[in-house]
Every structure is written in structure tokens, then in C-alpha cells.
């Protein structure tokens, strides 16, 4: 698939595409917020629509690839909205909130994807980005070196400290329901293959 798109065959870009996007997103707006998430990930596809017929490599190494191209987009999108005024929104500051406590949609939004993200963006920067790519977007240490531009015991160290911190923040009785998504792939504890890996 990844040759046919290479080659101009826009049936496999759009497959290799839909394969990526959604996790790109969630690693961008997690990273960056959704604002920022939206310019990274337009300005990182037409990089690699630009670059991809010069991409060598398997279909690992080009979702790496999308990833360091995303993490490089982000990182100058952070940097231009540093040096922009912050707007406020005064209509949101001043609105009126409800004081009712709604415990299914508080159980629903705990439980939820987005709820998952936000404890991950309490964590320092390296280490957030450490587990996204690792354990959401499923890249190998060596892939997510690659991509932060790190050598590959640097992330193995943030991605258990990552893992570590994320089961404090969670507590005892929020982390036993949650299951490992790299325990398919034959790894049953990430946090002991942080350590020995």
C-alpha cells in the first residue's frame, strides 16, 4: 500500500491516511490543544504529500515519519502562538454555570477518551509525549526516539515515569479497571518494560 501511494495511487494515500489521522489528532490535541492540533496536522500532510515519493522505508517507518514531521509542526505552531496576544473569550468568562451534579454524565465523561487525555496532559511534556506515542500511538521505542528527536532510553525512562505518574494521578481504584493496549502485542506490564527494555 505504501509503494502504491508512492507511487500516486490516491486509493492507498487515503487508506494510509485514515490510518494515521484520528491517532495524529489525538496526540496533536493532546500536546498542543485542539486549535493547534488542527493547523499541525494540515501542515504535516501536506509535508507528506510533498515528501512522499522520496520516503524510503516500511510502513512503520512512515508512521514514524508522519509523527516526527507532526511533533516539528507543533512545536512551530507553539512557538507562533507564543509570540501572539492571548484572546479572551468574555462572554465564557462571565457565563453562568450550573451547580446541579449530574453523576452519569460526570461517570460517562471520567470514562471517556477525552477524560483519558486530560490526565495525560497533566504530565510533564516529555513524558505525555512519551506515552502518546508509545501506548496510543503505538510506536516502538525506536520509532519514538526517532520522532522526539531523543535517544531511545531517554523515552523508555519517560515513558515509565509517564506510566508511574498516570497511576498516582488515577489512584488505586481508578487505575484496576484499565488495560494494557500493548498487551496484545506480548508486552503484559509497560512500566517493567520501560525499566528492562
Known amino acids: 500500500m505504501l509503494a502504491a501511494a508512492r507511487e500516486g495511487d490516491e486509493t492507498s494515500f487515503v487508506r494510509l491516511f485514515r490510518s494515521v489521522q484520528p491517532v495524529l489528532l489525538r496526540y496533536l490535541t493532546t500536546l498542543g490543544g485542539p486549535q493547534l492540533a488542527e493547523d499541525a ?35 512551530d505552531a507553539q512557538r507562533r502562538a507564543i509570540r501572539q496576544p492571548l484572546p479572551v473569550d468574555t462572554s465564557e468568562v462571565f457565563e453562568d454555570r450550573a451547580d446541579v451534579v449530574d453523576v452519569q454524565a460526570d461517570v460517562e465523561a471520567l470514562i471517556s477518551t477525552e477524560a483519558a487525555l486530560s490526565v495525560i496532559r497533566r504530565l510533564a511534556p516529555d513524558q505525555a509525549a512519551a506515552v502518546l506515542l508509545r501506548y496510543v500511538a503505538g510506536l516502538d521505542v525506536a520509532h519514538a526516539a526517532q520522532v522526539l528527536g531523543k535517544r531511545p532510553g531517554a523515552v523508555r525512562v519517560a515513558a515509565h515515569r509517564g506510566l508511574k505518574r498516570l497511576a498516582e494521578l488515577m489512584g488505586p ?17 509497560p512500566t517493567r518494560e520501560a525499566i528492562t527494555e
Open 41 to 75: 496536522a494540515a501542515e504535516t500532510w501536506v509535508s507528506v504529500v510533498r515528501g512522499l515519493p522520496r520516503f524510503t522505508g516500511d510502513e512503520a517507518g512512515w508512521r514514524a515519519w508522519v509523527f516526527t514531521i507532526a511533533h516539528a509542526r507543533l512545536r
Open 173 to 189: 481504584t481508578a487505575s484496576r479497571g484499565v488495560t494494557d493496549p500493548t498487551a496484545s502485542r506480548g508486552v503484559t506490564d
